[in-house]
């Protein structure tokens, strides 16, 4: 879904973000692991931060999208994705099979509803690399997501980044700055911010942000209980 990032997998830019249909399918269960969602201009360096967490965390799961479109070489199917043809994944959206989904020009992308609660009834947690966009419908669906947005150092600096890919003309390179303009206008619906001027500065904020959250008193009274029992 490029401009923006990968929806399901942080191994780089796969796809065009624009146009978006986002739809949302209704609140998840309370679940006793926690979701992240991380989510930045493309170029920002949020893959590179997020490969990196889902290697050195543990107990930290990357979500992986069902998709209707059709694997790329080197894609393994359950690995990058859940690849699935139309009428699986209509079938999935009348049984409400997905906690949220997406249509980019003509393919769908969503977070199945099973598979999420599944990893986190597991005590896991769960990283969502999604747009800004879904990523507000998401937390209507999951409140106490935390959500994390990566900063770029600056506007040049992002735009430097794009280029030196080489991978976009001169018109996609201004799409995608407009589209980055919009995101960060969203940081304040955010509650973590990171700057992401030096690579290694930036990973240890990320990485923080999960440490502080698992020691969050609703995550940890479970265990403070036991303890109290022994008293």
Not at 32 to 53: D, E, I, W, Y
Not at 64 to 83: A, H, L, M
Not at 124 to 138: C, F, K, S, Y
Not at 145 to 165: D, H, V
């Amino acid at each position: 879904m490029e401009p923006p990032g990968d929806h399901a997998t942080p191994r780089g830019d796969r796809r065009q973000r624009l146009p978006l249909k986002w739809r949302l399918e209704g609140p998840l269960i309370h679940h006793p692991g926690n979701v992240f969602v991380v989510s930045a201009p493309s170029g920002a360096g949020k893959s590179t931060l997020a490969q990196r967490l889902v290697r050195s965390v543990p107990d930290l799961i990357f979500s992986i999208s069902f998709t209707t479109r059709k694997p790329r070489p080197g894609e393994v199917d359950g690995q990058d994705y859940f690849f699935i043809d139309d009428k699986h994944f209509d079938a999935m959206v009348n049984e409400n099979g997905f906690v949220e989904w997406v249509e980019v020009y003509g393919r769908r992308y969503g977070t199945g509803r099973k598979w999420l609660e599944g990893v986190l009834a597991t005590g896991r947690d769960v990283l969502l690399d999604i747009e800004t966009t879904g990523a507000q419908n998401l937390r209507q669906a999951i409140p106490d997501a935390c959500m994390i947005f990566i900063l770029p150092p600056s506007a040049p600096a992002l735009e430097a980044r794009l280029r030196g890919r080489g991978k976009d003309t001169d018109e996609q390179i201004r799409i995608r700055m407009q589209h980055a303009r919009h995101e960060m206008e969203l940081y304040r619906t955010y509650d973590y911010l990171i700057l992401n001027d030096t690579l290694e500065l930036a990973y240890r904020q990320f990485e923080s942000i999960i440490h502080t959250v698992r020691a969050g008193r609703e995550r940890m009274a479970p265990v403070a209980d036991r303890i109290l029992e022994g008293f």
